[in-house]
């Protein structure tokens, strides 16, 4: 059974940073992108970083130069860090799983409360 399970989320500082984990489990990374988008109470869910299924990473242009997506295959685990936090930064971060061919997340984790406020 799909399972993908945030943590690492919090309460920083401005300029800080945080790094949040996905592990996701029945998650074949060669066959799916890993995705982490966020969303703020009524606003859209915005996708922030993906790494493809063949290792290529991409970036929301708020967030280049801030923030790194990777993965650890042998841990089946996504990671972001999340370094220059900004308090436009605060959002839930969700974990997703995007088949290859497809666009968006076939599978979604719980997310993760990240705030930014000093």
């Known amino acids: 059974q799909v399972q993908l399970v945030e943590s690492g989320g919090g309460l920083v500082q401005p300029g800080g940073s945080l790094r949040l984990s996905c592990a996701a489990s029945?998650?074949?990374?060669?066959?799916?992108?890993m995705d982490w988008y966020r969303q703020v109470p009524g606003k859209q869910r915005e996708l922030v970083a993906r790494?493809?299924?063949?290792?290529?990473?991409n970036y929301a242009d708020s967030v280049k130069g801030r923030f790194t997506i990777s993965r650890d295959a042998p841990k089946n685990t996504v990671y972001l860090q999340m370094n220059s936090l900004k308090p436009e930064d605060t959002a839930v971060y969700y974990c997703?799983?995007?088949?290859?061919?497809?666009?968006?997340?076939?599978?979604w984790g719980q997310g993760t409360q990240v705030t930014v406020s000093s």
């Open positions: 997703g799983a995007t088949y290859y061919t497809g666009r968006y997340p076939s599978y």
């Open positions: 029945e998650i074949i990374f060669s066959i799916y992108h």
């Open positions: 790494i493809t299924s063949g290792g290529i990473t």
